[in-house]
């Protein structure tokens, strides 16, 4: 227990246990039932399959959860319709968190874009949204999300590679210029805590200058210690306790001044990247929402004032059925966990709302156009699943940054899902499938059983700096190399059906020049031409708010209106806090 509490497996079982269910299968039917299937098991089914009825599909990605060959009611015998289904918009939201799904509100088209400079991104977000984007999400070059300014000896071939570069508020204002902040809902892909407290106050003090209120900003931060303390490729580290209290100062400032903005978006996608499973994914994310929610009522929040802005973000890879059933899973245990653990008492607080977006990791370039089919699957299986925003990975990043024609085919991927197939007519089209509820139910347990394993080390922080959730990672992705190595992890093209002869060439994206090189001029002229005086107040008053234990975001906005740079509010940082060495994952 950590402080005396109840971990989440033991309380959700005293919770649910005492309730009595309706199962949908009289007693009278499945003996029947088990009667046909034994006789159809001796007389039809080979021996070879019967000996084999359980098989481990092995998939990029995967959770390795092993299928039967068929499923009936018998594979979930006590299936209640009401308490492991119900309507949707309505507990335990398995169905989803509307009533009409998508024939009430289409799911968000928010494709990534950024590179280069700001202005070249710029020109982008305008071509997507003319063709009918309707969310933007800004992905950042290495040295922006690493907190390096671009003339830092770090960012040295870096700049606007990957992603676009940012230094100050007036990059910003570059990187928006005539986009409507407060018309269009803006992803801004902060990844870390700490960058979040630097690069949106940077977005804010824009909003500000442009005289907008914040109050009628839209969209989402990252904001998680998963990205900055776990996967995160840098040198410099903060301690993961300090780096946890900057996400929650985050999450309390979003909260009280930009209250339709979702402060954190709890983050699966990346950590599953990197090489973790399907059931790591969501377990991690899931934990790292719990200790948010405890440490804001810590602060004196009432639970139903934190978690109706928690979002989170998952990854849909390769193995089709699985992908539906985890975002199916994973929103029924969430409400599960808020309202029983937590004793939520608003329905919109209980509500598991994601974006998700398609494998990175799945995309190879043997044959890349076959990417392009991936990725189809993969945005499929998220409709399916009940996503409220969609990512569609390009064929081409494999190589780099998507060609212009690369993300509009990505785009005109989710298009046509969305006006062409009649999947979103209905709702949860797979529900009540024998298969699909069933395999519902096992990943809901096994994201479970992972909870409390990390839980009994003492909550996701203590397991971070412990290192045993590296050790959790390195072993997965270890084990998935080898198996792909092995063939034993089937990939068309590379291991299994490889093909010699040689595909029509692709065009891969041409970085811009000069970016690097502009940057740092501006970043000279922007030293020059500020308040240096001001500048060195607000950074010594950052520093001093990180030291006393201060919500720090306030101070980190007037950083960004005295026209700071990334770099130096890192180093505050750095200096407050001081450096910690995370755990070797090899």
């Known amino acids: 227990m950590k402080n005396g509490i109840k971990r989440t497996k033991e309380t959700l079982h005293e919770a649910l246990s005492g309730q009595t269910g309706r199962p949908l299968y009289s007693r009278e039917a499945l003996d029947a039932i088990r009667r046909g299937f034994d006789q159809w098991m001796e007389t039809v089914v080979r021996e070879a399959d019967r000996d084999h009825w359980r098989k481990t599909p092995h998939t990029v990605l995967g959770s390795d959860a092993p299928r039967e060959l068929l499923y009936t009611p018998l594979s979930d015998p006590d299936f209640d319709y009401e308490r492991d289904l119900g309507n949707a918009g309505e507990p335990p939201f398995t169905r989803g968190i509307h009533a009409n799904m998508y024939r009430g509100r289409e799911f968000t088209m928010r494709q990534l874009t950024g590179f280069g400079s700001p202005e070249q991104t710029n020109e982008r977000l305008k071509f997507m949204l003319d063709h009918g984007a309707t969310g933007l999400n800004i992905l950042f070059d290495l040295p922006t999300i690493q907190m390096y300014d671009s003339d830092d000896p770090f960012a040295v071939g870096q700049v606007g590679m990957s992603g676009v570069c940012v230094d100050s508020v007036e990059d910003m204002a570059r990187l928006f210029k005539d986009v409507p902040l407060d018309e269009v809902t803006i992803s801004i892909v902060t990844h870390y805590p700490s960058n979040t407290a630097i690069l949106f106050p940077m977005f804010l003090a824009l909003a500000e200058e442009r005289g907008i209120p914040w109050e009628n900003l839209k969209g989402s931060v990252q904001n998680d210690i998963t990205l900055e303390e776990l996967i995160r490729s840098g040198?410099?580290?903060?301690?993961?306790?300090?780096?946890?209290?900057?996400?929650?100062?985050?999450?309390?400032?979003?909260?009280?001044?930009?209250?339709?903005?979702?402060?954190?978006?709890?983050?699966?996608?990346?950590?599953?990247?990197?090489?973790?499973?399907?059931?790591?994914?969501?377990?991690?994310?899931?934990?790292?929402?719990?200790?948010?929610?405890?440490?804001?009522?810590?602060?004196?929040?009432?639970?139903?004032?934190?978690?109706?802005?928690?979002?989170?973000?998952?990854?849909?890879?390769?193995?089709?059925?699985?992908?539906?059933?985890?975002?199916?899973?994973?929103?029924?245990?969430?409400?599960?966990?808020?309202?029983?653990?937590?004793?939520?008492?608003?329905?919109?607080?209980?509500?598991?709302?994601?974006?998700?977006?398609?494998?990175?990791?799945?995309?190879?370039?043997?044959?890349?156009?076959?990417?392009?089919?991936r990725s189809a699957y993969h945005a499929l299986a998220a409709v399916l699943g009940g996503a409220q925003s969609l990512h569609v990975d390009s064929y081409d990043e494999a190589y780099s940054v998507p060609t212009e024609e690369a993300a509009l085919l990505s785009l005109r991927t989710q298009q046509i899902l969305q006006k062409e197939t009649g999947v979103t007519e209905v709702v949860d089209p797979l529900g009540g499938s024998f298969y699909v509820e069933a395999l519902t139910r096992e990943i809901e347990n096994r994201i479970l059983e992972e909870i409390d394993e990390i839980e009994a080390l003492g909550g996701y922080v203590k397991a971070i700096e412990g290192g045993q959730v590296y050790e959790k990672v390195a072993t997965y992705f270890s084990d998935q190399q080898r198996l792909i190595e092995a063939g034993e992890i089937p990939v068309v093209g590379q291991n299994v059906y490889r093909s010699a002869a040689q595909g029509p060439p692709i065009d891969v994206f041409q970085y811009p020049e000069g970016v690097e090189e502009r940057q740092k001029d501006r970043l000279q002229k922007l030293r020059l031409n500020r308040d240096n005086d001001k500048v060195q107040t607000t950074l010594n008053a950052l520093k001093d708010a990180c030291q006393k234990g201060k919500n720090i975001l306030p101070y980190s906005v007037a950083c960004a209106r005295a026209r700071c740079t990334e770099g130096e509010l890192f180093k505050v940082f750095k200096d407050a806090f001081g450096l910690w060495k995370p755990p070797a994952l090899f």
């Open 235 to 373: 040198s410099e580290y903060i301690p993961p306790k300090d780096c946890f209290r900057i996400q929650c100062d985050n999450i309390e400032f979003i909260r009280k001044h930009v209250p339709k903005w979702n402060f954190v978006t709890l983050n699966g996608y990346n950590l599953r990247e990197f090489g973790t499973s399907a059931i790591t994914e969501m377990a991690v994310a899931v934990l790292n929402g719990m200790e948010i929610l405890e440490e804001l009522v810590r602060r004196g929040y009432e639970v139903d004032s934190v978690a109706d802005r928690l979002a989170f973000f998952w990854s849909a890879a390769n193995d089709f059925f699985e992908e539906v059933a985890r975002i199916r899973a994973v929103r029924r245990l969430w409400y599960k966990i808020v309202k029983y653990r937590f004793h939520a008492q608003n329905p919109r607080a209980m509500l598991m709302r994601c974006h998700v977006q398609t494998s990175g990791v799945c995309l190879i370039q043997e044959e890349p156009r076959n990417n392009i089919i």
